[in-house]
């Protein structure tokens, strides 16, 4: 994982900002997926229209995130 400091000096650093100032997704997100800074943002556009939009429905929303706090192993 990259550091959140280095992500910001980085073409990434208006990702992480979104991400620190809206708090969500964590900013973990950029720092996995850093060194491919094209996959991260191609990701973080997926994720917003995902959960911003209102193109998903609530109910699967909340399946995607439970799904992925039991593979991240979190207790979300």
Not at 15 to 20: A, I, N, R, Y
Not at 39 to 55: D, E, I, P, R
Not at 58 to 70: A, D, G, T
Request: charged share 20%.
């Amino acid at each position: 994982m990259l550091e959140i400091d280095d992500l910001m000096n980085s073409e990434l650093a208006g990702f992480v900002k979104k991400c620190l100032r809206h708090r969500a997704p964590d900013p973990a997100f950029h720092a996995m997926q850093g060194h491919n800074p094209a996959l991260s943002k191609a990701l973080y556009v997926a994720w917003g229209t995902v959960f911003n939009t209102g193109n998903v429905d609530h109910n699967l929303k909340e399946i995607i995130r439970v799904q992925l706090s039991r593979a991240a192993l979190c207790n979300y």
